[in-house]
Structures are given as C-alpha cells and as structure tokens.
C-alpha cells in the first residue's frame, strides 16, 4: 500500500487578515496542462497560525513581494513568513476573495523607548548607526509596499 500526503488548497475561508503563514517548502511550478486553470501556477506549501498545512497557489503579485524580500531562490523562502490579506476582486468577471501575501522582516528592529518623557507627540529615540540604517531600509520597505497597494 502506498500512502500518499495530499494536504487540502488553501482556500480564503482557512484564512484571515493579519494572519501569519510560514513556508514550508521551497514549492514547485505546474505547467498550463496541469492545472484547471490553463496557464501555469506557482503551488507551496505553508503552515497555518491552526498548525495545518496546506498548498497556496500563490499569485504572481504575492511572488513579486517574495522575491523582492528574500531573492528568487525559493529555498531561501523555507521558514520565511507572510502576513496574509484578503481583498476582493475581480476574477474572470465574478467577484471572489484572493489572498494575498506580504513578507514580514525577518530580524524586525526592535526599538524601545521611554514614552512617559513624551511632550507634544514627540518621541526622542537614540539609535546606533546600524539600528539607524537598519530602520531606514525597513521603512523604504514599508513605503513600496503602501505604493503597491494603491497600484493595486
């Protein structure tokens, strides 16, 4: 007997926004024959916050954002995570709930503060020239990511 490791799709309703998924594997392409879809699709793995698996079809705009994260190798992608959205949109005329991914940081800055000191909304922060750079390139990331959402 052979047994066989079918996880389910991904499907919008086994997810909610905000929610984090992990990749678990570094995923496989499918050609147009191979799918209901008849075009070719980029099918991974991932964990689910429940602890379940299951296989993402994952669009070409959530590939985009992997790839600008963590480079075009998706083994580098194992363990990586992504906050998940769910937008409604039009799909082949009818309106449908597409999941989208967006890469959280790997090594988040952590930046803490004493906030009692505040006067007038002002926050005065000491940073390292590391920690410095280090929040100027997350804040760039964050800046295209709000820029490709008004694209969308």
């Not at 997810?15 to 070719?40: L, Q, S, Y």
């Not at 940073?127 to 750079?133: D, H, P, R």
Request: some cysteine; glycine content about 6%.
């Amino acid at each position: 007997m052979v047994k066989v490791n079918a996880r389910p799709w991904l499907r919008p309703s086994d997810v909610h926004d905000g929610d984090i998924v992990t990749i678990i594997e570094e995923g496989r392409k499918r050609d147009a024959n191979e799918t209901p879809f008849n075009r070719a699709v980029f099918e991974i793995a991932v964990r689910l916050p429940s602890g379940e698996e299951k296989i993402w079809t994952m669009n070409r705009t959530t590939q985009r954002r992997c790839i600008e994260a963590w480079g075009n190798e998706t083994k580098n992608w194992i363990g990586k995570k992504l906050r998940i959205e769910l937008r409604e949109q039009s799909v082949k005329g009818v309106m449908k709930k597409v999941i989208y991914g967006f890469p959280t940081a790997d090594n988040a800055l952590e930046v803490t503060a004493d906030v009692s000191a505040a006067r007038e909304g002002v926050l005065t922060v000491k940073l390292t020239v590391q920690e410095a750079s280090q929040l100027l390139a997350l804040l760039s990331k964050i800046e295209k990511q709000l820029e490709g959402r008004r694209d969308l």
